[in-house]
């Protein structure tokens, strides 16, 4: 996945619209690899990163109190979903 991904939370009644931009590092000239960090920002704001183990199934979520575990919980999955989906679909950014 190299592409960022936009993902609605819904906090205190209030739709907040998530950004979510991978962190990938070149391994060669050409070739692309995932890091299995990736960062979350609403507009401008830097929300923390959600950081994943090699296997994309333990996380960690590294902002200051912007999201709760339950919130955090929730975009990672979404995270883990399209991820899987991209591996499956490989021309699919």
Do not use: C
């Not at 929730?74 to 499956?88: D, G, S």
């Amino acid at each position: 996945m190299t592409d960022p991904l936009n993902y609605t939370i819904y906090k205190d009644g209030e739709a907040h619209n998530i950004t979510i931009t991978p962190v990938n590092k070149n391994i060669g000239k050409a070739n692309l690899s995932s890091t299995g960090v990736f960062k979350l920002s609403e507009g401008q704001v830097d929300m923390g990163d959600i950081v994943f183990d090699d296997q994309m199934q333990q996380w960690e979520y590294t902002g200051l109190g912007d999201l709760n575990h339950q919130e955090a919980d929730e975009i990672a999955n979404f995270i883990k979903v399209n991820y899987n989906a991209r591996l499956k679909t490989p021309n699919v950014k």
